[in-house]
């Protein structure tokens, strides 16, 4: 677990503000095919899947906290960000702790390794 999992959404979002963004050179999806995250031609179940493995590259990337709080502050309503899929983003509130949000969702997930 990194250090910021154990901000609040709101303290997460704190930390995005400088918008150069340096925190996604830290991604672990920086180098990977961004459609595995942000699919555009597929649905129902197949885009299910398709979320399943993209999660799976989130779980332990170290800037998780951060791409979860550009995801909520930029309003993004598709792909999967911090490793949770725009349902799973809906309704959460800048008081819970992050590593409460990942916890609930990670638990829920299958945590295979690729």
Not at 87 to 94: A, T
Not at 97 to 111: L, Q
Request: hydrophobic share 30%; proline share 4%.
């Amino acid at each position: 677990m990194t250090t910021n999992e154990y901000l609040t959404l709101y303290e997460a979002k704190e930390l995005i503000k400088d918008k150069t963004y340096e925190w996604k050179q830290d991604a672990s999806c920086l180098n990977l095919d961004s459609t595995i995250f942000l699919p555009s031609d597929i649905r129902g179940r197949s885009i299910s899947q398709n979320y399943q493995i993209a999660k799976q590259y989130c779980y332990e990337c170290p800037v998780r906290t951060e791409c979860l709080a550009y995801a909520l502050v930029q309003k993004l309503d598709l792909g999967v960000f911090g490793g949770l899929t725009p349902q799973e983003r809906k309704g959460l509130h800048n008081k819970l702790p992050v590593r409460d949000i990942f916890k609930k969702k990670d638990s829920n997930n299958d945590k295979r390794k690729i």
